[in-house]
């Protein structure tokens, strides 16, 4: 589910690169009227990255009983930390560099003019793009590590699973959808330019504790698992329902704007989109193969490298040829998941590389 979600991310950033709805970042759409295939962001964006910290903390609470925290939180710097900090200065400036010229989002190049360090350490910063999203993992671990410290005995954990897992437990795990919408509303609705507000509404740091929390505490019991997976179906129409509800009533909003995201509606597809995948995946596809083998291991490295190829082939595709709107979508799709793992292949191949864009270990065993 994890991998298939990263490919759903990549697809995202292929329709949201060229979306005229208002959200930050991209080159614009391709006109004033409506662009139909920015639906995609409408479907996806309420639950994709939720769901992402859910099953990170789903993970967290497996790997930690097989590991000291102590192991555990090194593996976590390393593989989010450093490609997160090291990895934008080795790698990551490159999209920054072309962030910084697109005409349709800031105009002129803001780093026209300065020396060739300050441009470097520019295009470093704003080069982070996804990349937030492991940042803000890591720092949740910290607070995980300090929640497990308050509770030594793993009374919550165990609680949680006798509540949510017992006798009535679905309708306590919908009924957490409240949390799910509590979280939301902690986005600030009028951010102020001139200050950090709009950065604090990308990370949601108290929105994405929520569902990391909850995985950790909730659905990593077998017991909940199992719940989900017999109610997969209608938890699934139920998200198809509103999923449709919302899109039909909203298209044409900011998908990203904390008022649509904190809205119930938006809140209720969002939930239930991430218990149906969740018990859907588990009832449907649990089963692997070579290609699922691969994608479990390369689904992280494709995220890191993946908008790069979406920012260069981006915005040479808008403003460097004259090809239509769908040759444009058709090429950067291909670009991106052509080219996403050749890239990876070839950097993981290079020892320090690997590490500070990739954050494998230096020296694979």
């Known amino acids: 589910m994890r991998w298939v979600t990263v490919l759903l991310v990549l697809f995202y950033h292929v329709i949201y690169y060229y979306n005229n709805k208002g959200v930050f970042g991209g080159a614009g759409g391709f006109g004033d009227g409506p662009q139909y295939q920015d639906v995609v962001m409408y479907i996806l964006y309420p639950w994709f990255m939720p769901l992402l910290f859910l099953l990170a903390g789903i993970s967290a609470r497996y790997a930690l009983q097989k590991q000291s925290s102590r192991e555990w939180f090194r593996?976590?710097?390393?593989?989010?930390?450093?490609?997160?900090?090291i990895g934008l200065f080795v790698f990551q400036w490159m999209t920054g560099y072309f962030n910084s010229m697109k005409p349709l989002l800031i105009g002129d190049n803001v780093a026209d003019g300065l020396p060739l360090v300050a441009q470097y350490l520019i295009w470093a910063v704003s080069g982070t793009g996804p990349l937030w999203f492991i940042q803000l993992l890591w720092l949740l671990s910290l607070v995980l590590l300090l929640v497990r410290k308050l509770d030594r005995k793993d009374r919550l954990w165990n609680a949680c699973g006798k509540l949510?897992?017992?006798?009535?437990?679905?309708?306590?795990?919908l009924l957490l959808g409240i949390l799910f919408w509590a979280g939301e509303q902690t986005l600030i609705r009028e951010p102020r330019p001139e200050s950090l507000d709009g950065l604090l509404n990308l990370y949601k740091p108290l929105f994405y504790l929520v569902p990391f929390l909850l995985g950790y505490f909730v659905l990593s019991h077998e017991g909940v698992q199992q719940k989900l997976r017999q109610a997969w179906i209608p938890l699934?129409?139920?998200?198809?329902?509103?999923?449709?509800?919302?899109?039909?009533?909203t298209f044409g909003q900011d998908n990203t704007s904390p008022a649509y995201l904190s809205s119930p509606l938006t809140c209720l597809y969002g939930w239930l989109s991430c218990l149906a995948l969740i018990g859907w995946f588990q009832a449907r596809f649990d089963r692997t193969s070579a290609f699922a083998g691969y994608m479990t291991r390369a689904s992280f490295g494709l995220y890191i490298v993946h908008y790069l190829v979406v920012a260069c082939f981006g915005y040479?595709?808008?403003?460097?040829?004259?090809?239509?709107?769908?040759?444009?979508?058709?090429?950067?799709a291909l670009?991106?998941?052509?080219?996403?793992?050749?890239?990876?292949?070839?950097?993981?191949?290079?020892?320090f590389i690997r590490w500070a864009v990739l954050g494998e270990p230096l020296h694979p065993r």
Do not use: C, D, N
């Open 164 to 173: 949510f897992g017992g006798k009535g437990g679905l309708v306590w795990v």
């Open 335 to 351: 670009a991106v998941f052509t080219l996403s793992p050749l890239l990876y292949e070839l950097l993981r191949r290079i020892p």
């Open 236 to 249: 699934l129409a139920g998200a198809v329902v509103t999923g449709v509800w919302l899109t039909v009533t």
């Open 316 to 332: 040479m595709l808008r403003f460097h040829t004259q090809l239509p709107p769908v040759a444009i979508y058709l090429l950067l």
């Open 75 to 85: 593996s976590r710097t390393r593989k989010l930390l450093v490609p997160s900090t």
